[in-house]
């Protein structure tokens, strides 16, 4: 069975037992469960596609974190030429490492 999850204003396309780096969900701690509602495409064993509009109806996948952490540093320069002007600024974005259990339709 394969699904295509929104969370994080991102799509990821899931099958049970498939590890993926989400952006962080607040307040989640390691061992967490974590239940996404938001399913916009189900595709069973027997290659029945069902399309949400937009999501759907009863379809849920059931995740539990595994950890998390920060990614790597994204460094951003502004520099203006010839009026000796440079700023640096770094960012680390929060992420969650998740392993899909199962997909409920």
């Not at 993926?20 to 027997?46: H, M, N, T, Y």
């Not at 759907?56 to 998390?68: F, L």
């Not at 540093?73 to 600024?89: D, G, L, P």
Request: no cysteine.
């Amino acid at each position: 069975m394969l699904a295509v999850i929104k969370t994080g204003g991102k799509q990821y396309q899931v099958k049970a037992g498939d590890v993926l780096a989400i952006e962080k969900l607040p307040k989640s701690v390691a061992g967490d469960k974590v239940v996404f509602e938001q399913v916009l495409l189900l595709v069973d064993d027997k290659d029945n596609v069902t399309i949400g509009n937009p999501v759907v109806k009863d379809a849920k996948v059931e995740a539990s974190i595994i950890k998390n952490y920060q990614d790597k540093k994204v460094t951003v320069v502004k520099y203006k030429a010839k009026t000796r002007y440079k700023r640096t600024v770094g960012h680390r974005q929060e992420q969650a490492q998740v392993k899909i259990e199962k997909i409920i339709s």
